[in-house]
């Protein structure tokens, strides 16, 4: 969830664990194509736009403000008959084949958004069906269809199937679920970075530490989507075992190495090749969301208030999808996203696309809806890049970023 989480789609399918890592220019400011009616986002929308226009809607939903229709058709008109979502369909009059890359991120990314707008089901169905047919035999899902399963496609799939209403553990193949293959991917307990997850294991099947997976497989483990509350208050998370109870213990585990990884400074950096490490804003957001979900919110505060006072910049430059993390990290530790660090992200997101049609503030809908019920009662009447990519050394190609340094992540 990292803006996050869409891989590189031009890399996907040549990038290996160990390689070196090709550079891959950003999209430019000024699109090569159109921005099409209804899209969240001035860049250019190639390698993100499905992955951008999800998770606006997504946040747009969170926070009580109903979407635009055109914003909404943009998105249900990019799916293939299959079922499948590309990162982009320029000509959406075109029928998808084989040469257009479908993806499972943008797909699952896709389900997550229309499961939670509603009367989505057709699409949503196609989707998910599509999804069940490229799983993977350890469990899990790549990037591509038959690519090598991911911490982060694995666990955006996940939450996409419990947004469906699936449940996760129950969706096989060769005997393996979801958990099967977050559970390869945790480092063992008691070795440096016990508890967090590999994006992928390398050509000799080592797993290196990463923070975008292991926020993105804390959800997972978890069941959990983009949008989720704090889960139950607990103690400061520990790595408790050399092989955690699958998938609670996977996602104790890593909340524990990240909530290691952001007490001194309160964010993550990236690590990108040649380059001096720097915040990570968009993988902080996501170890916000990922601590919250696993009840390690006093473990949480300190990153979401760096990102309140230091993520202003960032999200301006990055875009839609940018705001959306910033809104589930605000969202999962119960924060009030209309006054983040002085800024409303909820104005700001509605700013980058169609206008809203309806975009009153979720506590004053609550505070109407309590004072109706009252009324009602007494009166005897019953009646939610700049683009870029960021190929993080070591782990192959993550996810595209759509204004992140970082979600997830196209």
Known sequence: MNIRRSA?????????????????????????????????????????????????????RTTGVTPADRAVAWLTGQQCATGAFAAFRADTAKACDAKLMVD??????????????????????????????????????????GGAS???????????????????????????????????LSLPCGKADGGAFAYQPDKKGGLAANADATAAGVLGALGKGFVTTAGRTSAAPACASATPDAPNGLARNGAAHLAA?????????????????????????????????????????KPLAWLEQSSAAWAKQSGPAAYAQ??????????????????????????????????????????????????????????WWTVGV???????????ISGRGGKRQP
């Open 8 to 60: 590189a789609a031009l890399a996907a399918a040549t990038v290996v664990l160990g390689a070196a890592v090709p550079a891959v220019a950003a999209p430019s400011p000024t699109p090569s194509v159109a921005i099409p009616d209804g899209l969240y986002g001035t860049t250019d929308p190639t390698y993100d736009g499905v992955w951008r226009q999800s998770l606006a809607l997504l946040a747009q």
């Open 104 to 145: 499972t991120n943008s797909t699952a990314a896709a389900v997550q958004a229309l499961a939670a707008l509603g009367g989505h089901q057709a699409e949503t169905d196609k989707a998910v069906t599509w999804l069940k047919s490229v799983q993977n035999a350890d469990g899990g899902w790549g990037y591509t269809p």
């Open 150 to 184: 991911d911490a982060n496609s694995t666990s955006v799939v996940t939450g996409a199937l419990a947004a469906a209403g699936q449940q996760p553990a129950q969706v096989t193949k060769a005997g393996k679920s979801p958990y099967d293959a977050l559970a390869a």
């Open 261 to 301: 990884a952001v007490r001194d400074s309160g964010y993550l950096k990236s690590a990108l090749p040649g380059a001096e490490d720097q915040p990570d804003y968009g993988n902080t957001a996501d170890a916000v969301v990922a601590l919250a979900a696993q009840g390690a919110t006093a473990q949480a505060k």
């Open 326 to 383: 910033l809104i589930f990290a605000a969202h999962a530790m119960g924060a009030d996203p209309r006054r983040f660090g002085g800024a409303d992200l909820v104005a700001q997101l509605g700013a980058t696309g169609p206008t809203p049609q309806a975009a009153a503030k979720a506590t004053g809908q609550a505070a109407d809806a309590d004072a109706d019920k009252k009324d009602d009662s007494d009166s005897g009447y019953g009646v």
């Open 390 to 400: 960021f190929l993080v050394a070591g782990i192959g190609i993550g996810f595209l």
